[in-house]
């Protein structure tokens, strides 16, 4: 079940600042990846979708020909707010908008791309569209959304420590759509694209690297999740303390085996011809 428009951008703006904080450059990598993709270097005009608080936006101004412009959009007018603040005294036009109903003409940018929005939109098929419509002939665009959850360290051990612990998060109603939930076939995510109207489309798989200084500190993350807040201020003390205990440890033993908490993403980029 999808969430709706407005919940959705009451969460984004509740946890705009913890994304700046802790989320945002740990993301930049994939954002730098769209962007290569795309070819922002020979850009005219380039609209970044679901640009957050302005981290990539930030990059893709340092990184574009002096003569493009820059267009970022988002639906979260708190994080239009903090890019603002990130791109203040530069020429970048901020609008905050909806990816699923662009307030763009047809044909006017040659370069869209948009980082882990695609899987999170209700309308993944409207937001298609609208990428397609915006871009000339010849523009490309690339997206980036979660893989595959057996390849990620990051996203299961919250829900591996509630299922131990027998909290249900959703209080019995229907757990929202996995953010999984276009990432698990390569073919199948070309697939989409090919029926919104783009071609040479290539997708391949990209690792998001999350990096606590240990377990202690990937809890405190998950404590101040507006996910998760409401169920933490409602445990006990004594069960609040084991949930997180249980956490650290699990978060712990990932980094003690060298490995990162990371994020399994895909990466697909198309064309319009």
């Known amino acids: 079940m999808a969430q709706s428009h407005a919940s959705q951008v009451d969460y984004w ?4 600042n913890q994304f700046q904080r ?8 994939l954002s730098t990846q769209l962007m290569s993709a795309v070819n922002i270097f020979n850009a005219k005009k380039i609209l970044e979708v679901a640009c957050g608080a302005g981290l990539a936006t930030k990059v893709c101004d340092f990184l574009k020909p002096a003569d493009a412009t820059l ?5 979260s007018p708190a994080m239009i707010n903090l890019a603002k603040i990130t791109l203040e005294g530069k020429d970048v036009k901020f609008v905050v908008a909806s990816a699923e109903s662009l307030p763009f003409g047809d044909n006017e940018f040659d370069k869209y791309f948009a980082s882990l929005a695609l899987n999170l939109v209700n309308d993944a098929d409207k937001m298609l ?7 000339e002939k010849g523009g490309t665009a690339a997206f980036s959304i979660w893989g595959r959850p057996e390849h990620s ?6 829900p591996k420590v509630l299922k ?7 209080k019995g109603a229907p757990p929202p759509r996995s953010n999984y939930y276009l990432g698990g076939d390569l073919n199948a995510l070309r697939e989409l694209l090919q029926k919104h109207g783009f071609t040479n489309v290539i997708a391949w798989y990209h690792p998001l690297i999350f990096l606590p200084k240990d377990g202690s500190e990937f809890a405190q993350w998950m404590q101040s999740n507006p996910q998760y807040i409401p169920m933490f201020n409602k445990l006990s003390p004594e069960l609040r303390q084991q949930v997180v205990d249980r956490v650290t440890a699990l978060a712990d033993e990932v980094i003690q085996k060298g490995e990162p908490l990371s994020l399994d993403c895909a990466v697909v980029l198309g064309k319009k011809c």
């Not at 703006?13 to 705009?16: L, M, N, P, R, T």
């Not at 989320?23 to 930049?28: A, Q, S």
């Not at 569209?129 to 871009?135: G, H, K, N, Q």
């Open 13 to 16: 703006d509740s946890f705009s």
């Open 22 to 29: 802790v989320n945002e450059p740990f993301t930049l990598p």
């Open 71 to 75: 267009t970022a959009i988002d639906f």
């Open 129 to 135: 569209d609208e990428a397609y419509r915006v871009l």
């Open 153 to 158: 360290r990051y996203t299961p051990i919250m």
């Open 164 to 170: 131990e612990f027998d909290i249900d998060l959703y």
